[in-house]
């Protein structure tokens, strides 16, 4: 199960404490999901690395009673003198698990060929988000950290990083983030909407998603955030 | 997989050693790569900087206050004394920035990644004293040390001082960019007054005093008497060095907690 108790995040401007969320609670269960709507700036990337751990809230808790994976996908992490191999021994030194059974999945899912040992400063965004992505399908974890935005590829990747996600780890929980209720409301039980500085719930994704045309419908009020 | 803090001594530990080694690896072929000499370069890179100051120092003459210490020991003694404290800290100061998107791993935490630079720069520096000290003993321009103990003593010492100051300060510049770019014109200030290149007895005793109230001078004083013996007349407080370190390692373990609470990626 992963908690969050009344978890805010506030980060420094140069105008001041500027609050990107306050008075956030939710919990999800073991093999349950949810789907977060937000328009861009909501603070949905944000969400997604307070509940990873890499970053922490300035007030609340965050609670992980299960093993949460790192935002899916994400390729800041890459050593980009290092190989793609060398790359993925980091990461499984890292999570304690052994490389060389991984290496099959993840030379078969990458499709990078020989590129896999090659220094990552010569892959092209495609190929890094493949790689990052097998990473993360390469580690064990019970929930996924989904932010739509950074699993950009063609439709070949897509429909394999949608096989791997939502068919082969169905029992598994997992958060996906998105501006665009599309893979939301195929793949998500309940949906919550992110709106200026407040996570807003409701009893079914259809009513998450109206409330969510609406707030696309305003202006974002962003002043209102800042801590004057 | 709960954060580091919410498990079991036992188990954080084995959490923090695997992501230690992982971070000691990644560093090392980072930094070195695979190619020529590879992670040799860790040991070959201070000796190079080592050599060349013990030449320039052996071609200037440096007056060594007619101690009859050979200026080629004086100048290992010396030059390595400063990797110690000097290297540590500077690869400490980029560690944040550098190593930022590796703390999407949870389970990675800056303090892991200064003890890896730390342990590097510690390892790099011993590795190239031991290289250097033993072809020039074999070679006769180095004397053997008169007492290995206390060589190992003002060693570990230095070792204390550079590992602290290096916490300290990596974790500042989570603050301040300020801290990294001070740090280099401190440490080219430091250098000349850190006891690598004179001993404090060579000064007038207003000047002994002044020096005296830097920790690293004490290091140096006691790793040249190990090395040199009584031959040379030192002036050191180890309990002086051993609080400064300490007050040093309070000081950075408390500001490295604080700076892990205040790392954005935004």
Redesign the interface.
């Known amino acids: 199960m992963i908690s969050l108790e009344h978890v805010s995040k506030v980060?420094e401007t140069r105008r001041g404490p500027y609050n990107v969320f306050e008075d956030v609670s939710f919990t999800l269960p073991r093999g349950r999901n949810l789907g977060i709507l937000g328009r861009n700036g909501a603070g949905k990337s944000?969400m997604i690395?307070l509940i990873?751990?890499?970053?922490?809230p300035t007030t609340g808790r965050i609670?992980?009673?299960m093993?949460?994976s790192?935002?899916l996908a994400?390729v800041?992490?890459?050593?980009h003198?290092?190989t793609g191999l060398?790359n993925l021994?980091?990461?499984c030194?890292?999570?304690?698990v052994n490389h060389k059974p991984l290496l099959p999945f993840i030379e078969d899912f990458t499709e990078l060929g020989p590129f896999l040992r090659e220094p990552v400063l010569h892959y092209s965004h495609g190929m890094m988000t493949r790689l990052a992505f097998a990473l993360s399908m390469a580690i064990e974890f019970d929930c996924f950290l989904i932010d739509e935005a950074m699993i950009v590829g063609d439709a070949r990747f897509h429909e394999r990083c949608q096989y791997e996600l939502f068919h082969k780890r169905k029992d598994r929980a997992f958060i996906l983030v998105s501006h665009d209720a599309n893979a939301i409301k195929t793949y998500c039980e309940n949906a919550v909407v992110l709106a200026e500085g407040r996570l807003h719930s409701f009893p079914n994704v259809d009513a998450a998603y109206a409330y969510y045309l609406e707030t696309l419908a305003q202006k974002p009020e962003a002043m209102e955030r800042w801590r004057m | 997989m709960t954060a580091i803090g919410e498990l079991p001594f036992f188990q954080c530990l084995a959490i923090q050693s695997r992501v230690l080694r992982a971070l000691f690896l990644r560093e090392l072929i980072t930094r070195y790569g695979r190619d020529n000499l590879g992670v040799l370069w860790l040991i070959g890179e201070p000796m190079i900087f080592t050599l060349g100051v013990a030449t320039i120092w052996s071609l200037a003459g440096l007056a060594h206050g007619g101690t009859g210490i050979p200026i080629v020991a004086f100048a290992v003694t010396g030059y390595s004394s400063v990797l110690m404290w000097r290297n540590a800290t500077s690869h400490c100061t980029t560690g944040i920035e550098e190593n930022k998107p590796l703390l999407f791993h949870r389970s990675v935490l800056i303090i892991d990644v200064f003890f890896t630079r730390i342990a590097l720069e510690i390892i790099g520096a011993t590795g190239s004293l031991i290289v250097l000290s033993f072809f020039f003993t074999f070679i006769g321009w180095m004397p053997m040390p008169d007492n290995l103990l206390m060589v190992i003593g003002g060693w570990f010492m230095l070792a204390w001082f550079g590992a602290s100051l290096a916490l300290l300060a990596g974790a500042g510049t989570a603050f301040s960019s300020l801290v990294h770019r001070l740090w280099h014109p401190i440490a080219y200030l430091l250098f000349p007054m850190s006891g690598a290149a004179f001993m404090v007895d060579w000064l007038p005793s207003k000047l002994q005093y002044l020096v005296l109230f830097l920790p690293m001078v004490h290091g140096v004083e006691l790793l040249r008497h190990g090395y040199f013996g009584n031959v040379v007349q030192t002036h050191y407080d180890i309990g002086y060095m051993a609080e400064c370190c300490l007050a040093l390692s309070l000081c950075g373990m408390y500001v490295v907690r604080e700076a892990g609470r205040r790392v954005e990626f935004g």
């Open positions: 980060y944000t690395r990873s751990g890499a970053e922490r609670r992980r009673g093993r949460v790192w935002p994400f800041g992490a890459f050593a003198n290092l060398d021994k980091f990461v030194r890292v999570y304690g």
